[in-house]
């Protein structure tokens, strides 16, 4: 019995290969659109009718939702600068400035009052001539000393005058005067710094200090 069968060919020719070639891609993408039914008979030869109807819903066949890519991370903000601060120093200058304390005076020392040992009144009266004083040092009439009978040597005494109240104070260097009523012989210089060497002598009070 003569008759015509339909089945399902793999062809080698080039239309079979294309053919075969769409079906992979279809697959790849991921979704079925159903049989392929590869006929013959009324179709011309050498033709091949590819049937490509899908057989699931379009639904079916959007990709399925893509996995969302990882956003990409927010680029870290700029950290404000911090803001400048004045220091301590610089505020300070905004201070009142207070005047550096002035040193106190240093007291001066205060010689104390030398010590009157012994006083009285007698006549002075002055020499200008002389080689050696009697403690062996060479007489100056432009020193302050004096001669004394009795006091020890390099003693002060304090010579007055009481009729202008001018005074000296010589060092004993000499013994003498050797005349009644006289117990002080001064030098020219001494002399003459309580009155005039040309009175020769007068009556003085003196004060032996300590």
């Known amino acids: 019995m003569a008759g015509r069968h339909s089945r399902t060919r793999i062809f080698s020719s080039p239309a079979g290969i294309v053919a075969t070639a769409a079906v992979g891609v279809a697959l790849a993408v991921g979704g079925t659109f159903g049989a392929v039914q590869l006929t013959s008979g009324s179709a011309p030869s050498g033709q091949t009718t590819l049937d490509l109807t899908p057989t699931t819903a379009a639904s079916s066949l959007a990709p399925s939702s893509p996995v969302a890519s990882p956003s990409a991370s927010a680029s870290p ?16 200058r905004s201070k009142a400035r207070t005047a550096s304390p002035k040193p ?7 010689t104390a ?21 009697a403690n062996g040092e060479s ?7 004096a001669a004394h ?3 020890p040597f390099n003693t002060k005494v304090r010579v ?28 020219r210089a001494a002399f003459a710094t309580i009155a005039s060497v040309d009175v020769g002598a007068l009556t003085v009070r003196y004060e032996v200090l300590g």
Request: aromatic share 4%; net charge positive.
């Open 77 to 92: 903000s700029a950290s404000a600068s911090p803001s400048a601060t004045r220091s301590q120093q610089a505020a300070s």
């Open 149 to 151: 009978k009795t006091l």
């Open 104 to 110: 106190s005076p240093t007291a001066k020392k205060t």
């Open 113 to 133: 009052a030398a010590k009157v040992l012994d006083s009285g009144s007698c006549g002075a009266s002055f020499y200008s001539d002389g080689q050696l004083t």
């Open 160 to 187: 007055t005058n009481p009729a202008n109240g001018k005074s000296v104070t010589v060092r004993i260097n000499d013994r003498g005067p050797f005349i009644d009523g006289r117990c002080l012989d001064l030098s």
């Open 139 to 145: 007489f100056n009439p432009n020193a302050l000393t």
